[in-house]
Each structure stands twice: as C-alpha cells, then as structure tokens.
C-alpha cells in the first residue's frame, strides 16, 4: 500500500529525495515515518512527520541533513537527504501509523507503532 522511491548511488557529499506514495490508504490521514535498514545493521527509525505536518521529529545523526515534509495536494511525504555519508547507506522504508491522531511532542519513531509498509528503497553512498 505504500511505496518508497527515489533512492540510488550518490557520491559522498551528494543529495537525494526520497518519496513515499501510497494506493489505497490516504497518506494524509496518518502520521508517516521513514526508517532505514543497513546492510547487517537492525533497522533504525530516521524520521517521522504528523498529519498535518505540524510536528515532526528527525534522528540526531542526521539532524541538519535530512529533512521530511509532506505534500497534502499530491498525497506524498517526501525525505530531502543532503551531505550523503557512507554510512547513509541503507534500504529506506516508509511507513504509516496513527491515524488521525495528534502528535504534539513527537518522539523517533519505533516499528511496532505503524500499521503500514512499503517495499523499501535503496540508498547506496559512495565514490
């Protein structure tokens, strides 16, 4: 139901846009999360974004590169990646939980919250 895209190879230092769509959900109601899964690494939640997009919250190792908004028009929640690392790498899912909550204070984001998965997308950072 949900589907994450925009991932590729990037060189170090270089930029992606991740985006989340979904079929048969309506993204705008839930609160949408991004986590991210290295290769022999258990999964980490990266970022997450309430409904209405007031309230957001974004892991400290990439505060101040990556950045979650949503597009209530098109019904997508997108991650802007910026100032890549290596250790950025990772297949990276969306995921929708919440519905028609409201957040407030938001805390990083856990697996067992959200209801709704996609097939995730692979972020490869390296020259």
């Known amino acids: 139901q949900l589907q994450a895209s925009g991932g590729g190879l990037v060189q170090p230092g270089g930029s992606l846009r991740l985006s989340c769509a979904a079929s048969?959900?309506?993204?705008?109601?839930?609160?949408i999360a991004w986590f991210r899964q290295a290769p022999g690494k258990d999964s980490e939640g990266v970022s997450a974004i309430s409904n209405t997009g007031d309230s957001s919250v974004t892991i400290s190792s990439v505060k101040g590169r990556f950045t979650i908004s949503r597009d209530h028009a098109k019904n997508t929640v997108s991650l802007q990646l910026n100032s890549l690392k290596p250790e950025d790498t990772a297949v990276y899912y969306c995921?929708?939980?919440?519905?028609?909550?409201?957040?407030?204070?938001?805390?990083?984001?856990?697996?067992?919250?959200?209801?709704?998965w996609g097939q995730g997308t692979l972020v490869t950072v390296s020259s």
């Open positions: 995921a929708a939980g919440f519905r028609g909550q409201n957040m407030g204070t938001m805390a990083v984001p856990l697996e067992y919250e959200y209801n709704y």
């Open positions: 048969g959900l309506t993204l705008n109601d839930y609160t």
